[in-house]
């Protein structure tokens, strides 16, 4: 199993890289043998360690019509049973030479009149469609079209090696060991082939980079790879292109570029526009100022068949306020394909939606108090990022303060006012009542102690709540052991200057306080209360014209009373 996984991703990573080379090697060579006997597979030289050496005598009419030039690249053919997988080779040697010889003799390696015209450390044959194994010569070979000329191949080793295609010829061959003097006769021609070059220098394009099948809309940065498919050394280059037919700005490339080398070489960015097909085409021309001998490697194509629009988020709102101790809900809609990702971050906290499949969002969240929340990272089902709302805020407001006094306590023959302070604006409290105040009659009720509680909304519907207990004290026939105090304010309403006629059962230390509507303490002073009935000044010039609440509150009773500012 684990070799038949193996396989399978060769064969995707040679079909991948084809396509990338199709611009760069021929599918088959211009010139091949065209052998009238059946061949048959070989493993000498390619997939042997010891016979891993050997020489061919090729004559002009084992070609068809080659005409004379310079042979820039050669090919073998590999068995086609065998897996398309790259073979790699150490030390791979390749020699070529004219000779008068027809056939080769068994004995001593020919070398007169060869020349090393591609040698490599290490090399890997990669097949093209029809199972050709090509090589780009790095010093060409000019084949005079009329003369025999000799083949040498050897290797030191290989990784993974293949059966080279070969056909049954006495005297055309010969084999042996690199480390051997002398030669075996193999009496066969190998499927060879060869293209044509007018010089040794040939620039091409092996692809394009930043252009895809599909991409995102917006401006994308392209490049071309370069190679110098040549012998020459490649030391400038024009590389033109044009998208939609449309002809881009060309660039001129400078540099230093070895044969069988490549460069990434930008050409510059294009906007991309979704719903669009495109084609880009890029070619090279007038390399090294001259002439390319072989132009059907200078251009690579990709075609953009789609272009996805950017996703977008868009909040139902850039804020939100809630009270204190509450949640917030933040809602927004989506567009692109689904599904989507994409995270929010309170500074602190990071909360990852994954995978929405609704073209809607919504997340929760409570903060304890008003707190920003940044969108990152948007992503759609066509893999594009996509533009966010920069953040929403969620602003927490303070619930409203309450306070509904003392604790009191009256007899059951009295009544007493309880106000809530508050910067509220509506009120309710447990007896149903909707008012700043409520009366509490001593009578209405049993003896014992009673809890009044209110609650309060501000404008923001944010509430607070408090309560206050009453004690109502039964003094039939008992003589009340609390200071019972009564009091009037006069005259009301007043410029400022305010008497108190009080009148109590005890001494005792009295708050004397006067309170605006909100329940804020405008006045507070402290006073003795003799029992029985006395007076007080008190000097409230300084407040503005409006209605006030005058309260006396003691050790064990609170009492109120209306007083109205008019200057």
Same mark, same amino acid.
């Given at each position: 199993?684990?070799?038949?996984?193996?396989?399978?991703?060769?064969?995707?990573?040679?079909?991948?890289?084809?396509?990338?080379?199709?611009?760069?090697?021929?599918?088959?060579?211009?010139?091949?043998?065209?052998?009238?006997?059946?061949?048959?597979?070989?493993?000498?030289?390619?997939?042997?360690?010891?016979?891993?050496?050997?020489?061919?005598?090729?004559?002009?009419?084992?070609?068809?019509?080659?005409?004379?030039?310079?042979?820039?690249?050669?090919?073998?053919?590999?068995?086609?049973?065998?897996?398309?997988?790259?073979?790699?080779?150490?030390?791979?040697?390749?020699?070529?030479?004219?000779?008068? !010889?027809?056939?080769?003799?068994?004995?001593?390696?020919?070398?007169?009149?060869?020349?090393?015209?591609?040698?490599?450390?290490?090399?890997?044959?990669?097949?093209?469609?029809?199972?050709?194994?090509?090589?780009?010569?790095?010093?060409?070979?000019?084949?005079?079209?009329?003369?025999?000329?000799?083949?040498?191949?050897?290797?030191?080793?290989?990784?993974?090696?293949?059966?080279?295609?070969?056909?049954?010829?006495?005297?055309?061959?010969?084999?042996?060991?690199?480390?051997?003097?002398?030669?075996?006769?193999?009496?066969?021609?190998?499927?060879?082939?060869?293209?044509?070059?007018?010089?040794?220098?040939?620039?091409?394009?092996?692809?394009?980079?930043?252009?895809?099948?599909?991409?995102?809309?917006?401006?994308?940065?392209?490049?071309?790879?370069?190679?110098?498919?040549?012998?020459?050394?490649?030391?400038?280059?024009?590389?033109?292109?044009?998208?939609?037919?449309?002809?881009?700005?060309?660039?001129?490339?400078?540099?230093?570029?070895?044969?069988?080398?490549?460069?990434?070489?930008?050409?510059?960015?294009?906007?991309?526009?979704?719903?669009?097909?495109?084609?880009?085409?890029?070619?090279?021309?007038?390399?090294?100022?001259?002439?390319?001998?072989?132009?059907?490697?200078?251009?690579?194509?990709?075609?953009?068949?789609?272009?996805?629009?950017?996703?977008?988020?868009?909040?139902?709102?850039?804020?939100?306020?809630?009270?204190?101790?509450?949640?917030?809900?933040?809602?927004?809609?989506?567009?692109?394909?689904?599904?989507?990702?994409?995270?929010?971050?309170?500074?602190?906290?990071?909360?990852?939606?994954?995978?929405?499949?609704?073209?809607?969002? *919504?997340?929760?969240?409570?903060?304890?108090?008003?707190?920003?929340?940044?969108?990152?990272?948007?992503?759609?089902?066509?893999?594009?990022?996509?533009?966010?709302?920069?953040?929403?805020?969620?602003?927490?407001?303070?619930?409203?303060?309450?306070?509904?006094?003392?604790?009191?306590?009256?007899?059951?023959?009295?009544?007493?006012?309880?106000?809530?302070?508050?910067?509220?604006?509506?009120?309710?409290?447990?007896?149903? *009542?909707?008012?700043?105040?409520?009366?509490?009659?001593?009578?209405?009720?049993?003896?014992?102690?009673?809890?009044?509680?209110?609650?309060?909304?501000?404008?923001?519907?944010?509430?607070?709540?408090?309560?206050?207990?009453?004690?109502?004290?039964?003094?039939?026939?008992?003589?009340?052991?609390?200071?019972? !105090?009564?009091?009037?304010?006069?005259?009301?309403?007043?410029?400022?200057?305010?008497?108190?006629?009080?009148?109590?059962?005890?001494?005792?230390?009295?708050?004397?306080?006067?309170?605006?509507?909100?329940?804020?303490?405008?006045?507070?002073?402290?006073?003795?209360?003799?029992?029985?009935?006395?007076?007080?000044?008190?000097?409230?010039?300084?407040?503005?014209?409006? !209605?006030?609440?005058?309260?006396?509150?003691?050790?064990?009773?609170?009492?109120?009373?209306?007083?109205?500012?008019?200057?």
């Amino acid at each position: 199993m684990k070799q038949l996984r193996w396989s399978m991703l060769t064969v995707v990573v040679l079909m991948a890289f084809a396509v990338g080379m199709t611009g760069a090697v021929r599918a088959q060579p211009q010139y091949s043998t065209s052998f009238l006997t059946t061949v048959s597979p070989s493993s000498i030289p390619f997939n042997s360690t010891t016979n891993n050496k050997v020489q061919w005598v090729f004559h002009p009419s084992d070609f068809s019509s080659a005409p004379s030039g310079n042979i820039t690249r050669i090919y073998f053919r590999r068995q086609p049973s065998m897996l398309p997988v790259i073979n790699t080779y150490t030390n791979l040697t390749i020699k070529m030479g004219e000779t008068s !010889l027809g056939s080769l003799p068994p004995g001593p390696w020919v070398t007169g009149g060869m020349s090393t015209v591609f040698q490599a450390s290490t090399f890997d044959f990669i097949p093209t469609p029809g199972n050709w194994m090509p090589v780009t010569l790095q010093t060409p070979f000019n084949y005079t079209g009329s003369s025999n000329f000799i083949v040498e191949v050897s290797h030191g080793g290989f990784g993974v090696g293949f059966d080279v295609m070969q056909a049954p010829l006495t005297g055309r061959s010969v084999y042996g060991s690199t480390t051997s003097p002398m030669s075996n006769p193999q009496n066969v021609l190998v499927d060879f082939g060869f293209d044509m070059g007018a010089g040794g220098t040939d620039a091409g394009l092996e692809g394009l980079t930043g252009v895809a099948d599909t991409l995102c809309e917006g401006s994308h940065s392209l490049s071309a790879t370069l190679l110098n498919n040549g012998p020459a050394t490649l030391q400038n280059v024009t590389i033109q292109w044009k998208v939609n037919g449309v002809v881009q700005s060309p660039v001129n490339w400078n540099g230093t570029l070895p044969a069988n080398n490549t460069v990434s070489v930008s050409l510059g960015s294009y906007t991309f526009v979704a719903g669009n097909p495109y084609s880009v085409i890029a070619w090279t021309y007038n390399p090294n100022n001259q002439a390319d001998p072989d132009p059907s490697n200078d251009t690579a194509t990709v075609y953009v068949s789609q272009v996805y629009q950017q996703p977008t988020a868009t909040p139902a709102s850039h804020q939100l306020g809630i009270c204190h101790g509450d949640s917030a809900e933040l809602t927004g809609s989506l567009s692109g394909i689904p599904p989507w990702s994409f995270s929010v971050s309170d500074g602190t906290t990071v909360y990852n939606l994954q995978n929405l499949l609704s073209p809607s969002y *919504a997340l929760w969240v409570a903060p304890t108090s008003t707190t920003t929340y940044t969108f990152q990272a948007l992503t759609d089902g066509s893999g594009c990022q996509g533009t966010l709302p920069s953040s929403i805020q969620v602003v927490v407001r303070p619930n409203p303060t309450v306070d509904a006094g003392a604790d009191q306590t009256i007899r059951m023959t009295d009544s007493v006012e309880l106000v809530a302070a508050s910067t509220g604006v509506t009120y309710l409290w447990s007896t149903g *009542a909707t008012t700043p105040s409520i009366w509490v009659k001593g009578s209405d009720f049993s003896a014992g102690t009673h809890t009044f509680s209110v609650t309060v909304t501000d404008n923001h519907q944010c509430t607070g709540s408090d309560s206050v207990s009453v004690t109502i004290v039964d003094d039939t026939g008992v003589e009340a052991r609390e200071n019972l !105090l009564q009091f009037s304010a006069s005259p009301n309403p007043s410029v400022g200057e305010v008497t108190l006629h009080i009148q109590g059962t005890r001494s005792e230390m009295v708050h004397i306080e006067v309170l605006s509507l909100e329940g804020k303490v405008r006045h507070n002073q402290l006073a003795e209360i003799l029992a029985g009935e006395q007076t007080i000044q008190l000097d409230l010039h300084h407040l503005p014209d409006g !209605l006030y609440l005058i309260r006396l509150r003691g050790e064990q009773f609170s009492t109120v009373k209306k007083m109205v500012i008019r200057k």
